[in-house]
């Protein structure tokens, strides 16, 4: 199971940290990833980190803006989100899979409820 956490309002320009626990003792040997849907978009990649947080890739629109992490020993992963601009308001997912790092929603195993991040001009 995984909660996503953190997300909220924030002005344009301002900074944002998502959380996702992870339940389950296996959580260091799964790659995740964050991926957003906005409003009246498609699903979209943002960021994905291996298992043991040593690779880690980030979408063109959130590269130098975004960062993602991990601590294995709290079973949760980060994405520090700064600079937000309003087109990064969406509804953050985190997600969980078994192999490598990927970009593809689809190769996922687990996917978490999402959490939703507003950015105002």
């Known amino acids: 199971q995984l909660v996503e956490s953190g997300g909220g309002l924030v002005q344009a320009g301002g900074s944002l940290t998502l959380s996702c626990a992870a339940s389950?003792?296996?959580?260091?040997?799964?790659?995740m990833g964050w991926f957003r849907q906005p409003p009246g978009k498609e699903r979209e990649f943002v960021a994905t980190?291996?298992?043991?947080?040593?690779?880690?890739y980030y979408a063109g629109s959130v590269k130098g803006r975004f960062t993602i992490s991990r601590d294995n020993g709290k079973n949760t992963v980060y994405l520090q989100m700064n600079s937000l601009k309003p087109e990064d308001m969406a509804v953050y997912y985190c997600?969980?899979?078994?192999?490598?790092?990927?970009?593809?929603?689809?190769?996922?195993?687990?996917w978490g409820q999402g959490t939703e991040v507003t950015v105002s001009s």
């Open positions: 389950g003792r296996t959580f260091s040997s799964f790659a």
């Open positions: 997600a969980a899979r078994r192999r490598g790092i990927a970009a593809m929603g689809s190769s996922y195993d687990y």
């Open positions: 980190i291996s298992s043991s947080g040593d690779t880690k």
